[in-house]
């Protein structure tokens, strides 16, 4: 199976723009720019935020290769069958929720991340530290599974099929993860040159319909390609 560099670049750009991601980095700033004290300065601020990069690059990384060898060896057992039809299914579920959360966003069943990890992560910001800011990293990765993970796992499935040699692989998921992070930069950059984070939680109101719309469609797309290849 040929893997298309446009639709890999306009996938890992879109989970990028993730309202989970995108969030958690604003809301994780700006409580810096507000109660850092006296280290409140551009060169702390970048050096936090690259950390909190940094390590949800290394985990999302991880995280795939992981999703890439179960998938890669899942689909080559006697499951081969089935697996797409599951894989590809519940890739065509949650799309299927991100496009309900576009016109109905009150109605139940959501992906986002759950409650207790947004509570896990707000405790900590209040340690402000070059460690805590990778535990940070870290565990947003984690936690926001339910939101970020669909459209990531499906691109996952889709390369573990396509039979490239390792090498190959292992560079489309480092060019994936670094035009992940693209956003998180841009948010970075945009926060520590002093755009206040009322401005910027705004602009994550507004574009949140939209971003899920994407998602949505982008979902489907590889659920269906999943299940039909």
Request: glycine fraction near 10%; charge should be positive; include cysteine.
């Amino acid at each position: 199976m040929e893997i298309s560099l446009p639709i890999l670049t306009v996938t890992a750009l879109t989970n990028g723009i993730n309202p989970c991601g995108i969030g958690m980095l604003i809301t994780f700033l700006g409580y810096l720019l507000v109660f850092g004290g006296k280290n409140k300065n551009k060169k702390w601020i970048y050096k936090i935020g690259f950390v909190y990069i940094l390590s949800v690059f290394v985990t999302y990384l991880l995280l795939g290769l992981v999703f890439y060898g179960a998938a890669y060896y899942l689909q080559r057992w006697w499951l081969a069958g089935v697996f797409k039809y599951l894989i590809g299914g519940a890739i065509l579920i949650a799309g299927l929720i991100q496009l309900k959360d576009v016109f109905w966003q009150e109605s139940p069943i959501h992906l986002r991340m759950p409650k207790v990890g947004f509570e896990k992560i707000n405790k900590l910001m209040a340690k402000t530290s070059v460690g805590v800011a990778a535990l940070i990293g870290f565990l947003t990765t984690v936690f926001s599974t339910p939101c970020m993970m669909p459209l990531y796992l499906g691109t996952t499935a889709v390369i573990a099929r396509s039979g490239l040699p390792m090498i190959k692989v292992l560079g489309l998921f480092l060019y994936y993860n670094l035009i992940f992070i693209l956003p998180l930069i841009g948010i970075l950059l945009a926060m520590g040159e002093g755009r206040q984070i009322v401005d910027m939680k705004e602009w994550e109101h507004k574009n949140t319909k939209w971003i899920r719309l994407v998602m949505g469609i982008l979902l489907v797309f590889v659920g269906i390609l999943i299940v039909r290849g």
